[in-house]
């Protein structure tokens, strides 16, 4: 069975400041790894995704995030924080094969605030 | 381009009552899956269905139905509405059945049970 944990449900930071958003996963076979955001009233958009191949992966808005497999976590970073990165944050874990037709596994959601 | 289209956007039912949610998506996708969004607990996936005619149940089916009858769409339906089920409702699709494919996701259906 897969899970997927995100430590901390608010995240602050200031306009400028580094962001890293925090995910744990746990899968019974080699992974594939989302992160997602959520604009309020809105639906959610890819950010990034991990299939195979290159473990550091860049996503859309000036976001990455990097798989470290011994570690099994899958944070998100962006080096300057802008206003406009507020918004709600979701990791999600899909496993291929099997019957599961990869069905994707939510974390609780980070909310990041940016101050100015 | 449309992409998923969920209606109605807002919904307030009373308890016993039915309704249905709607979906369509334009993307020609086989795979589309309907999730629950609550406060503190991420989405949660309530049914999916791999292709017109086959659906199945997700984490939380209690309560909902689902049919797939044509690619485009995939109704969800309460079919005695609970306070529980006050919650967002999205819909999503996918291009084919692979995992490394990346859901695309309609705006949600805010839906409140008195």
């Known amino acids: 069975a897969q899970s997927v944990t995100q430590l901390g449900s608010h995240v602050s930071v200031s306009e400028g400041a580094l962001v890293l958003l925090r995910c744990n996963y746990s899968?019974?076979?080699?992974?594939?790894l989302f992160w997602y955001v959520q604009y309020p009233n809105q639906g959610l958009q890819l950010l990034l995704k991990?299939?195979?191949?290159?473990?550091l992966v860049k996503g859309i808005n000036g976001f990455e995030a990097e798989f470290k497999k011994s570690e099994t976590s899958f944070h998100l970073t962006k080096p300057s924080a802008h206003m406009s990165d507020a918004a709600e944050y979701f990791c999600?874990?899909?496993?291929?094969?099997?019957?599961?037709?990869?069905?994707?596994?939510f974390g609780q959601g980070t909310i990041l605030t940016v101050h100015p | 381009n449309a992409g998923v289209t969920q209606t109605p956007k807002f919904q307030v039912l009373k308890t016993g009552q039915s309704m249905t949610l709607q979906c369509a998506q334009d993307?020609?996708?086989?795979?589309m899956s309907w999730y629950r969004q609550d406060p503190g607990m991420g989405l949660r996936l309530i049914h999916y269905s791999v292709g017109a005619g086959i659906t199945d149940q997700g984490e939380v089916p209690n309560g909902y139905n689902v049919s797939r009858s044509t690619t485009e769409d995939f109704p969800l339906r309460l079919l005695s509405a609970a306070p529980s089920q006050t919650s967002v409702y999205f819909c999503?699709?996918?291009?084919?059945?692979?995992?490394?494919?990346?859901?695309?996701f309609g705006d949600g259906t805010r839906l409140s049970i008195l």
């Open positions: 991990y299939t195979t191949g290159a473990t």
């Open positions: 999503a699709s996918r291009d084919g059945w692979g995992a490394d494919q990346p859901q695309h």
């Open positions: 899968s019974s076979v080699p992974p594939y």
């Open positions: 999600a874990v899909s496993e291929g094969g099997g019957t599961s037709y990869g069905k994707l596994t």
């Open positions: 993307m020609n996708h086989e795979y």
